[in-house]
């Protein structure tokens, strides 16, 4: 009986055959693609100039030397910062000495910064827009 | 594994050209939306939703593992995406809609008297199956797929896939063997 039955519905099936979409159908998906594939944005891979251990270590070079400098007068000394202590550096290094100095410069540092950041978020959507038009 | 042919057209894809997809759409076309029709049972959303698959195929196809099988992964998208579509339109979907669909979606006014009441019982009698037993079946019987590949396209175990496939049989014989001599009496006598 499983036979028999297997035999008439494969032969049902295949007699019933596939449905056939419309005339267009080919027509319709290419279309969509082509629309699709217009209108999706470039994406472009965007490689830091500067990798995160680069930041890190130029990060530790000058909170290294922020530190030296701002404790060269204080009364603890890392053994280091005696190779700083020429006259010439520490006239140079005095300037610290003013707390206001030190504020100003951070203040624009930070500005800065902020600044450059702003601006390379600009030009690197002008630079995608750019590609995108070509 | 993909055949050559069909590796071809995609690595063509893949390096730009986007004609080359035409002929994947060609050759899949039918049986893409003869499954999306069993899911569906209607011939218009069934259009969409292959149409959909395609454009889906096409995005997708950088991603595509080329050691698996091309057929078998788009028969999956195809499935999923006709469930998924039946699932949000399940609350519109009524026994009326059903009907329709069996005399305008199923019924092809093209072909003679003959072949479309043979098409016609078969699929009266795949409607007493469910979306998913429907689709097995046409994998199973009229693609010749093995119980693994269908297990993989209907995401279900090769267990279950049998069980239903047995279970599915039994159902359309049982409506088939009535219909078949009802039919083959009604021919006799014209």
Known sequence: ?134 | MVTSEDQLFITQVLAGNTAAFEHLVRKYQDMVFTLAVRVLNHHEEAEEVAQDVFVKVFHSLSGFQQKSNFKTWIYRITCNESINRLRSKKNKISMVNLEEGLTAGFYDQNQNLESDEEKKIVQQALLTLSETERVMVTLYYYDEMSIKDIATITDMTETNVKTKLFRSRQKLYEVLKDQYSLFTSIIQTN
């Open chain 1, 1 to 134: 009986m499983d036979r028999e039955a297997d035999k008439i519905v494969r032969m049902s099936i295949k007699k019933a055959g596939l449905e056939k979409p419309g005339k267009d159908f080919l027509h319709s998906v290419m279309s969509k693609i082509e629309t699709q594939t217009e209108v999706a944005p470039v994406r472009i891979k965007n490689e830091a100039l500067i990798s995160r251990n680069g930041w890190l270590l130029i990060g530790g070079i000058v909170s290294l030397l922020l530190v030296t400098v701002l404790l060269t007068d204080s009364e603890y000394k890392l053994p280091f910062v005696i190779s700083f202590e020429t006259e010439m550096l520490h006239d140079y290094f005095s300037i610290f000495e003013s707390r206001i100095f030190v504020v100003s410069i951070v203040i624009t540092a930070i500005f800065v910064l902020l600044h450059t950041w702003l601006i390379s978020r600009k030009m690197d959507d002008w630079y995608l827009r750019y590609k995108h038009q070509m």
